[in-house]
Nanobody
Framework: QVQLEESGGGSVQAGGSLELSCRAS????????MAWFRQTPGKEREEVAS????????YADSVKGRFNISKKPGDRDTLLLQMSSLKPEDSAMYYC??????????????????WGQGTQVTVST
């Protein structure tokens, strides 16, 4: 049973930084894609960034140059999302997801097999 647990959300002022963490357990390694999504009430879940088992990363245009996705050094079970220059429009519930496949641009939620419960990020002006 794969379980994903996010942490690191919180409230920050515009221009500030936060780091989200996602701890994966019960996962058997091999080809995979790990990603961060975000969702606000009434909107579809949006893919923010992804990283596959070869280390290839993909970012949404809205976060390029501000967010960085990575695996924690020395701990391949932990996915990180370093967020800087945060804007109020970055406010959302952020979810960690894992797929058995390689990441695909534009694939969306359907690619992913496992999801975390989410962590809230709120950016104030």
């Amino acid at each position: 049973q794969v379980q994903l647990e996010e942490s690191g959300g919180g409230s920050v002022q515009a221009g500030g930084s936060l780091e989200l963490s996602c701890r994966a357990s019960g996962y058997r390694y091999g080809r995979h894609c790990m990603a961060w999504f975000r969702q606000t009430p009434g909107k579809e879940r949006e893919e923010v960034a992804s990283i596959d088992s070869d280390g290839v990363t993909i970012y949404a245009d809205s976060v390029k140059g501000r967010f960085n996705i990575s695996k924690k050094p020395g701990d391949r079970d932990t996915l990180l999302l370093q967020m800087s220059s945060l804007k109020p429009e970055d406010s959302a519930m952020y979810y960690c997801a894992v797929s058995h496949k390689y990441c695909e641009v534009g694939a969306g939620q359907d690619l992913y097999n496992y999801w975390g419960q989410g962590t809230q990020v709120t950016v104030s002006t």
